[in-house]
């Protein structure tokens, strides 16, 4: 109740600071946000710890609620690495987050510890942006960018489902664009191009394949 109080209090003050004194007060408020946002990862973190500390101690503690804490900081920060990134900057911070997880778990955490983090890495800041990545991966495949795809490749074969998520994009694609030359009426009128589109294509993918996939 009082948490709900604050709240309208500090919308109040900021409508009025917007109807009378202050016409840049979007700088503030972005300002205030990204401090309140930083506060709360802050205490996230602590918390954690604090959690994990009193288990050590023999205490009983609330795993649900340990699980649900550590989605919200994966949940706030891919959506805040997406907004600002490219498909391949965030796979990459996100392997870096990875690597920095699987790190703690060696340096203080039960190993068996390490496939649950990954799997929770991987719903947070990979499935639940896929619509991004996946846009960013055709993007790659259609600018022939086979380094990019390289490193895609072999950052997605570390997961569980990472290469099924390769090729489910890949296929789609593929699909999409046998559609397109098959329903363009100016390829059916002249079959030797069409012929000639279907087989540039075919050695696009096969060279996607070889270069970037490891002829996976």
């Given at each position: 109740?009082?948490?709900?109080?604050?709240?309208?209090?500090?919308?109040?003050?900021?409508?009025?600071?917007?109807?009378?004194?202050?016409?840049?007060?979007?700088?503030?408020?972005?300002?205030?946000?990204?401090?309140?946002?930083?506060?709360?990862?802050?205490?996230?973190?602590?918390t954690l710890f604090e959690i994990v500390q009193k288990e050590r101690n023999g205490e009983v503690i609330n795993r649900g609620l340990?699980?649900?804490?550590?989605?919200?900081?994966?949940?706030?920060?891919?959506?805040?690495?997406?907004?600002?990134?490219?498909?391949?900057?965030?796979?990459?911070?996100?392997?870096?987050?990875?690597?920095?997880?699987?790190?703690?778990?060696?340096?203080?955490?039960?190993?068996?510890?390490?496939?649950?983090?990954?799997?929770?890495?991987?719903?947070?800041?990979?499935?639940?942006?896929?619509?991004?990545?996946?846009?960013?991966?055709?993007?790659?495949?259609?600018?022939?960018?086979?380094?990019?795809?390289?490193?895609?490749?072999?950052?997605?074969?570390?997961?569980?489902?990472?290469?099924?998520?390769?090729?489910?994009?890949?296929?789609?694609?593929?699909?999409?664009?046998?559609?397109?030359?098959?329903?363009?009426?100016?390829?059916?009128?002249d079959p030797l191009e069409f012929v000639q589109r279907l087989s540039e294509e075919k050695h696009k993918h096969d060279k996607i394949?070889?270069?970037?996939?490891?002829?996976?």
């Amino acid at each position: 109740m009082e948490h709900k109080k604050a709240l309208q209090m500090i919308r109040d003050i900021f409508m009025y600071m917007d109807r009378t004194y202050i016409p840049s007060h979007e700088i503030c408020l972005n300002s205030w946000t990204n401090n309140i946002i930083c506060y709360i990862e802050t205490r996230l973190q602590v918390t954690l710890f604090e959690i994990v500390q009193k288990e050590r101690n023999g205490e009983v503690i609330n795993r649900g609620l340990m699980r649900d804490i550590i989605k919200i900081f994966y949940r706030g920060e891919s959506q805040q690495l997406i907004e600002c990134c490219d498909c391949l900057e965030y796979l990459k911070k996100t392997e870096k987050c990875l690597d920095e997880e699987i790190d703690r778990v060696a340096q203080y955490l039960d190993a068996k510890s390490e496939v649950k983090i990954i799997d929770l890495v991987e719903k947070e800041m990979i499935e639940s942006q896929m619509n991004c990545i996946v846009s960013g991966l055709v993007n790659m495949i259609t600018e022939d960018k086979y380094n990019d795809l390289a490193w895609i490749y072999n950052f997605f074969r570390r997961l569980p489902n990472g290469l099924k998520m390769i090729q489910d994009v890949m296929t789609s694609h593929i699909r999409v664009t046998g559609k397109q030359l098959v329903i363009n009426p100016e390829q059916v009128k002249d079959p030797l191009e069409f012929v000639q589109r279907l087989s540039e294509e075919k050695h696009k993918h096969d060279k996607i394949i070889s270069l970037a996939f490891n002829n996976d």
